[in-house]
């Protein structure tokens, strides 16, 4: 199943700013990225990233794969880069 959030974010370009970092390892490492472009104190940014990676693990999402989505271009389900590439 397509997370709605990853459509709304490909459809936007990256403009939608709602996650389901609850369910989509894509929105939890979206929000990461979203996190960290805010104009705040590096440590404000740091621990605010901090608890969001520990909520999204809490429910059972993979650190790991998070943390490496993160670090690339913008984190989509790959259902929803499919629809993209294709219109």
Same mark, same amino acid.
């Given at each position: 199943? $397509? &997370?709605?959030? &990853?459509?709304?974010? %490909?459809?936007?370009?990256? *403009?939608?700013?709602?996650?389901?970092?609850?369910? &989509?390892?894509w929105c939890?490492a979206r929000?990461? +990225? %979203? $996190?960290?472009?805010? +104009?705040?104190?590096?440590?404000?940014?740091?621990?605010?990233?901090?608890?969001?990676?520990?909520?999204?693990?809490?429910?059972? *999402?993979?650190?790991?794969? $998070?943390?490496? *989505?993160?670090?690339?271009?913008?984190? *989509?389900?790959?259902e929803v880069?499919?629809?993209?590439?294709?219109?």
């Amino acid at each position: 199943m $397509i &997370c709605e959030e &990853c459509r709304a974010a %490909a459809a936007t370009k990256g *403009l939608w700013n709602r996650y389901d970092s609850r369910k &989509c390892v894509w929105c939890a490492a979206r929000l990461l +990225q %979203a $996190i960290g472009r805010r +104009q705040a104190p590096r440590e404000v940014l740091s621990k605010s990233k901090t608890a969001s990676l520990r909520d999204s693990v809490a429910w059972g *999402l993979d650190e790991a794969e $998070i943390r490496k *989505l993160a670090k690339g271009a913008m984190p *989509l389900a790959p259902e929803v880069v499919e629809k993209v590439a294709k219109k």
